[in-house]
Protein backbone atom coordinates (compact mmCIF):
# COMPACT_ATOMS: atom_id res chain seq x y z
CA UNK A 1 0.00 0.00 0.00
CA UNK A 2 1.08 3.32 -0.61
CA UNK A 3 1.15 6.30 1.93
CA UNK A 4 2.29 9.92 1.87
CA UNK A 5 3.76 11.97 4.75
CA UNK A 6 3.87 15.44 4.93
CA UNK A 7 5.90 16.72 7.80
CA UNK A 8 4.53 20.11 8.88
CA UNK A 9 1.11 20.83 8.53
CA UNK A 10 1.95 24.68 9.30
CA UNK A 11 5.03 25.98 8.03
CA UNK A 12 5.76 29.91 8.44
CA UNK A 13 8.66 31.85 6.33
CA UNK A 14 9.62 35.54 5.57
CA UNK A 15 9.31 36.58 2.26
CA UNK A 16 12.45 36.10 0.35
CA UNK A 17 13.75 33.42 2.12
CA UNK A 18 13.38 29.54 1.21
CA UNK A 19 10.75 27.44 1.13
CA UNK A 20 11.38 23.85 2.42
CA UNK A 21 8.14 21.69 2.26
CA UNK A 22 8.70 18.01 3.01
CA UNK A 23 7.39 14.68 1.77
CA UNK A 24 8.18 11.23 2.28
CA UNK A 25 6.77 8.46 0.37
CA UNK A 26 6.00 4.76 0.60
CA UNK A 27 5.81 2.69 -2.14
CA UNK A 28 6.50 -1.18 -2.96
CA UNK A 29 6.82 -0.20 -6.43
CA UNK A 30 8.29 2.84 -8.35
CA UNK A 31 6.09 5.98 -7.70
CA UNK A 32 5.07 8.54 -9.74
CA UNK A 33 4.64 11.59 -7.39
CA UNK A 34 2.92 14.93 -7.47
CA UNK A 35 2.97 18.10 -5.64
CA UNK A 36 -0.52 20.19 -6.04
CA UNK A 37 -1.74 23.22 -4.30
CA UNK A 38 -5.05 24.92 -2.92
CA UNK A 39 -5.29 28.55 -3.03
CA UNK A 40 -8.22 29.66 -1.05
CA UNK A 41 -11.44 28.94 -2.34
CA UNK A 42 -9.85 26.98 -5.51
CA UNK A 43 -9.12 23.36 -6.35
CA UNK A 44 -5.78 21.54 -6.53
CA UNK A 45 -3.23 22.92 -9.05
CA UNK A 46 -0.46 21.26 -10.43
CA UNK A 47 2.99 22.33 -9.29
CA UNK A 48 4.99 19.62 -10.65
CA UNK A 49 4.91 15.86 -10.92
CA UNK A 50 8.07 13.52 -11.14
CA UNK A 51 7.28 10.45 -13.71
CA UNK A 52 10.64 8.32 -13.10
CA UNK A 53 12.61 10.90 -16.06
CA UNK A 54 14.97 13.27 -14.16
CA UNK A 55 15.07 13.68 -10.61
CA UNK A 56 15.37 17.34 -10.11
CA UNK A 57 11.67 18.84 -11.14
CA UNK A 58 10.76 22.34 -12.41
CA UNK A 59 7.45 23.48 -11.61
CA UNK A 60 5.45 26.52 -11.99
CA UNK A 61 6.02 29.40 -9.98
CA UNK A 62 9.65 28.77 -9.14
CA UNK A 63 9.40 25.31 -7.18
CA UNK A 64 11.09 22.26 -7.96
CA UNK A 65 11.68 19.26 -5.94
CA UNK A 66 14.40 16.40 -6.52
CA UNK A 67 13.31 12.75 -6.04
CA UNK A 68 16.02 10.63 -3.67
CA UNK A 69 15.28 7.30 -3.75
CA UNK A 70 17.32 6.49 -1.14
CA UNK A 71 15.05 8.73 1.20
CA UNK A 72 11.83 8.26 -0.44
CA UNK A 73 11.96 11.67 -0.08
CA UNK A 74 10.25 14.03 -2.83
CA UNK A 75 10.43 17.76 -0.93
CA UNK A 76 9.21 20.76 -2.66
CA UNK A 77 11.64 23.77 -2.76
CA UNK A 78 11.40 27.33 -3.63
CA UNK A 79 14.91 29.83 -3.31
CA UNK A 80 12.86 32.72 -2.50
CA UNK A 81 9.38 33.19 -1.19
CA UNK A 82 6.46 35.58 -2.41
CA UNK A 83 3.55 36.60 -0.57
CA UNK A 84 1.39 35.29 -3.14
CA UNK A 85 2.96 31.59 -2.67
CA UNK A 86 0.85 31.47 0.70
CA UNK A 87 -1.66 28.35 0.19
CA UNK A 88 -1.95 24.84 1.26
CA UNK A 89 0.48 21.90 -0.27
CA UNK A 90 -0.21 18.63 -0.56
CA UNK A 91 2.25 15.89 -2.04
CA UNK A 92 0.35 12.57 -3.81
CA UNK A 93 2.08 9.43 -4.97
CA UNK A 94 0.37 6.81 -7.73
CA UNK A 95 2.52 3.95 -9.07
CA UNK A 96 2.66 2.19 -12.30
CA UNK A 97 1.02 -1.08 -11.72
CA UNK A 98 -2.05 0.61 -13.23
CA UNK A 99 -3.78 1.88 -10.02
CA UNK A 100 -4.43 5.20 -11.15
CA UNK A 101 -5.73 6.79 -7.66
CA UNK A 102 -4.06 9.14 -5.97
CA UNK A 103 -2.67 8.89 -2.27
CA UNK A 104 -2.27 12.37 -0.62
CA UNK A 105 -0.83 13.59 2.18
CA UNK A 106 -2.39 15.89 4.57
CA UNK A 107 -1.18 19.00 3.54
CA UNK A 108 1.32 21.93 4.37
CA UNK A 109 -0.16 25.42 5.15
CA UNK A 110 2.56 27.77 3.91
CA UNK A 111 1.99 31.11 5.39
CA UNK A 112 4.71 33.63 4.18
CA UNK A 113 5.30 37.16 6.74
CA UNK A 114 6.19 40.54 5.52
CA UNK B 1 -6.90 27.04 -20.68
CA UNK B 2 -9.41 24.49 -20.26
CA UNK B 3 -10.53 23.72 -16.88
CA UNK B 4 -12.94 21.40 -14.59
CA UNK B 5 -15.67 22.93 -13.65
CA UNK B 6 -17.96 21.55 -10.90
CA UNK B 7 -21.47 22.59 -9.44
CA UNK B 8 -22.99 23.38 -6.79
CA UNK B 9 -19.77 25.27 -4.82
CA UNK B 10 -21.62 24.59 -1.80
CA UNK B 11 -24.55 22.13 -1.07
CA UNK B 12 -26.68 22.28 1.95
CA UNK B 13 -28.86 18.87 2.62
CA UNK B 14 -31.13 17.36 5.66
CA UNK B 15 -29.52 13.68 6.68
CA UNK B 16 -30.95 11.31 4.82
CA UNK B 17 -31.73 13.59 1.59
CA UNK B 18 -30.23 12.61 -1.94
CA UNK B 19 -27.82 14.82 -3.20
CA UNK B 20 -25.85 14.79 -6.74
CA UNK B 21 -22.92 16.52 -7.41
CA UNK B 22 -22.42 18.09 -10.73
CA UNK B 23 -18.90 17.93 -12.86
CA UNK B 24 -17.74 19.19 -16.20
CA UNK B 25 -14.27 17.75 -17.17
CA UNK B 26 -12.01 18.42 -19.60
CA UNK B 27 -13.60 18.24 -23.22
CA UNK B 28 -10.92 15.47 -24.31
CA UNK B 29 -10.38 14.00 -21.05
CA UNK B 30 -11.06 10.09 -20.57
CA UNK B 31 -10.97 9.54 -17.38
CA UNK B 32 -12.72 10.80 -14.41
CA UNK B 33 -12.19 10.77 -10.56
CA UNK B 34 -14.09 12.12 -7.24
CA UNK B 35 -12.18 12.34 -3.80
CA UNK B 36 -13.22 13.77 -0.59
CA UNK B 37 -11.68 16.25 1.78
CA UNK B 38 -13.03 16.09 4.97
CA UNK B 39 -12.26 19.20 6.93
CA UNK B 40 -9.13 18.91 8.66
CA UNK B 41 -8.43 15.50 7.31
CA UNK B 42 -6.46 14.08 3.95
CA UNK B 43 -8.03 14.17 0.24
CA UNK B 44 -9.33 10.86 -0.40
CA UNK B 45 -9.65 8.65 -3.18
CA UNK B 46 -13.49 7.82 -4.05
CA UNK B 47 -13.89 6.75 -7.40
CA UNK B 48 -12.60 6.92 -11.01
CA UNK B 49 -14.25 5.92 -14.31
CA UNK B 50 -13.67 5.10 -17.80
CA UNK B 51 -15.34 3.92 -20.99
CA UNK B 52 -19.10 4.51 -18.70
CA UNK B 53 -18.17 1.99 -16.09
CA UNK B 54 -16.20 2.31 -12.71
CA UNK B 55 -12.50 1.51 -13.18
CA UNK B 56 -11.68 1.57 -9.63
CA UNK B 57 -13.10 2.26 -6.03
CA UNK B 58 -12.33 3.01 -2.58
CA UNK B 59 -13.87 1.23 0.18
CA UNK B 60 -14.92 4.67 0.90
CA UNK B 61 -16.94 4.74 -2.18
CA UNK B 62 -19.72 2.17 -0.71
CA UNK B 63 -23.38 1.26 -2.25
CA UNK B 64 -24.89 4.84 -0.92
CA UNK B 65 -22.92 5.81 -3.93
CA UNK B 66 -22.79 6.25 -7.66
CA UNK B 67 -21.31 7.98 -10.53
CA UNK B 68 -22.60 8.45 -13.71
CA UNK B 69 -22.09 10.25 -17.28
CA UNK B 70 -25.95 11.27 -18.46
CA UNK B 71 -24.41 12.54 -21.17
CA UNK B 72 -20.98 13.91 -23.32
CA UNK B 73 -19.88 16.67 -20.96
CA UNK B 74 -21.28 15.63 -17.38
CA UNK B 75 -19.83 13.41 -14.49
CA UNK B 76 -21.93 13.14 -11.52
CA UNK B 77 -21.64 11.84 -8.28
CA UNK B 78 -25.08 10.86 -6.10
CA UNK B 79 -25.35 10.28 -2.72
CA UNK B 80 -28.54 8.19 -1.70
CA UNK B 81 -29.09 8.62 1.74
CA UNK B 82 -26.93 11.07 2.81
CA UNK B 83 -25.25 10.73 6.58
CA UNK B 84 -23.82 13.58 8.91
CA UNK B 85 -20.44 12.25 7.97
CA UNK B 86 -20.57 12.54 4.03
CA UNK B 87 -20.18 16.58 5.07
CA UNK B 88 -16.99 17.25 3.14
CA UNK B 89 -15.15 19.24 0.22
CA UNK B 90 -16.37 16.85 -2.73
CA UNK B 91 -13.49 17.57 -5.82
CA UNK B 92 -13.92 15.89 -9.38
CA UNK B 93 -10.94 15.49 -11.36
CA UNK B 94 -10.09 14.31 -14.78
CA UNK B 95 -7.38 13.33 -17.10
CA UNK B 96 -6.48 12.08 -20.52
CA UNK B 97 -4.31 8.93 -21.87
CA UNK B 98 -6.14 6.38 -20.01
CA UNK B 99 -3.16 4.27 -20.09
CA UNK B 100 -0.84 5.57 -18.67
CA UNK B 101 -0.02 6.10 -14.47
CA UNK B 102 1.58 8.80 -13.81
CA UNK B 103 -0.94 10.80 -15.90
CA UNK B 104 -1.52 14.51 -14.54
CA UNK B 105 -5.03 14.60 -12.66
CA UNK B 106 -6.89 17.85 -13.08
CA UNK B 107 -9.42 18.88 -10.27
CA UNK B 108 -12.43 21.36 -10.30
CA UNK B 109 -13.11 23.66 -7.37
CA UNK B 110 -14.73 21.43 -5.30
CA UNK B 111 -18.15 21.20 -3.95
CA UNK B 112 -18.85 21.53 -0.16
CA UNK B 113 -21.97 20.21 1.06
CA UNK B 114 -22.68 20.26 4.36
CA UNK B 115 -25.25 17.58 5.73
CA UNK B 116 -27.70 19.05 8.78
Known amino acids: AQSVTQLGSHVSVSEGALVLLRCNYS??????LFWYVQYPNQGLQLLLKYTSAATLVKGINGFEAEFKKSETSFHLTKPSAHMSDAAEYFCAVSDDTGRRALTFGSGTRLQVQP | EPEVTQTPSHQVTQMGQEVILRCVPISNHLYFYWYRQILGQKVEFLVS????????KSEIFDDQFSVERPDGSNFTLKIRSTKLEDSAMYFC??????????????FGPGTRLTVL
Open chain 1, 27 to 32: SSVPPY
Open chain 2, 93 to 106: ASSEVPGVAGVTQY
Open chain 2, 49 to 56: FYNNEISE
